[in-house]
Every structure is written in structure tokens, then in C-alpha cells.
């Protein structure tokens, strides 16, 4: 069985920071595209930043300058730094990855998502 598991939500303070964390568990030979994505009460849900296997970027324009999104292919890891905080960040955050796993003999690609992480920005 394979998940994602997120940690490193909470509430900060505007202009704070906050590092999330994404790990991957359970029969992973590999892991293709990751990526964060947000949900904001009342909206759909976005995507935030995405990362490649081979370490290329692409960020939404309110993450741009302010969010950085890296991985460790060693612990099947997404990380997301986020700073220069902004009561508009606030939201459920979620991790999303592209897995290939093992079956006995057989491989599997699928995409699966973390439970979310809450992030609040407030004074």
C-alpha cells in the first residue's frame, strides 16, 4: 500500500514562513512528477508548484518569488518552503505524486494525494 503522509502545517503569522514536508511510503520503485496543490474554503482546488524527476519547476503566479518547491528522490520526499506568508496562502495544502510501485511480479504508475495539511495565515 502506498502513501503520502504531509506534515508541516499550522498557523503563522503574515510574512512568516512554513516548510512543508510530503513522504512516500510502502512498494515505491519510483516517483515521476510531484507536486502541491491548495484548497481555499468555497474554491477549487490548485495547483501550487510541481516538481519533476529530474528537478524542473513550474509555479502558479502567487507562488512565484515566494515558494520553492524541491525533492529528495533518495527518501521519496516533495518538500514546499513558503515565505513572505499572505492571508490569501491560507488553505488545506496537498501533496500529490505520480508513483510507480510493485504488485508481486507486476509495476503499477498511479497518481496519489496526501490527507492535506492545513495552513493558516493570520495575525
Known amino acids: 500500500q502506498v502513501q503520502l503522509v504531509e506534515s508541516g502545517g499550522g498557523l503563522v503569522q503574515p510574512g512568516g514562513s512554513l516548510r512543508l514536508s510530503c513522504a512516500g511510503s510502502g512498494r515505491i520503485l519510483s516517483i515521476n512528477g510531484m507536486g502541491w496543490y491548495r484548497q481555499a474554503p468555497g474554491k477549487q482546488r490548485e495547483l501550487v508548484a510541481a516538481i519533476t524527476s529530474g528537478g524542473s519547476t513550474n509555479y502558479a503566479d502567487s507562488a512565484k518569488g515566494r515558494f520553492t518547491i524541491s525533492r529528495d528522490n533518495a527518501k521519496n520526499t516533495v518538500y514546499l518552503q513558503m515565505n513572505s506568508l499572505k492571508p490569501e496562502d491560507t488553505a488545506v495544502y496537498y501533496c500529490?505524486?505520480?508513483?510507480?510501485?510493485?504488485?508481486?511480479?507486476?509495476?503499477?504508475?498511479?497518481?496519489?494525494w496526501g490527507q492535506g495539511t492545513q495552513v493558516t495565515v493570520s495575525s
Open positions: 500529490n505524486a505520480k508513483i510507480v510501485s510493485s504488485s508481486g511480479s507486476a509495476s503499477y504508475l498511479n497518481n496519489y
